[in-house]
């Protein structure tokens, strides 16, 4: 045996060495989010195609209310603590109900 795996080139995702495919990472995200924010609106998108590296979130939350900007990002990390390392990058947007119902009337 070379030791060569003999599957590897038939498995062709699109997905290379620097990327290793890491299945469910969004949804393993929208869950630790819900359980912390229950969210009234949640998105997280995997903008790496399926790989995991790339992900960004919008995160609507009361829990938000009388928090700035950096106290909302720094209990999100906290929530993904465990995640975060995985990820090359990560963006997020975090509002309360009230913001976001304002941003919405202005798009």
Avoid: Y
């Avoid at 495919?21 to 869950?31: C, D, K, N, Y």
């Avoid at 924010?37 to 790989?51: A, I």
């Amino acid at each position: 045996s070379s030791g060569i795996n003999a599957e590897w080139p038939l498995r062709s995702s699109g997905i290379n060495a620097e990327c290793p495919l890491r299945p469910g990472v969004t949804e393993v995200i929208s869950a630790k989010l819900k359980e912390s924010f229950s969210p009234t609106h949640l998105e997280v998108v995997d903008e790496s195609d399926g790989c995991g590296a790339k992900i960004s979130v919008i995160i609507i939350s009361e829990e938000f209310t009388g928090k700035n900007m950096l106290k909302r990002h720094k209990a999100v990390h906290a929530v993904l603590k465990d995640e975060l390392p995985n990820i090359h990058a990560f963006s997020q947007k975090t509002h309360t109900p009230a913001e976001w119902a304002k941003k919405q009337q202005q798009s």
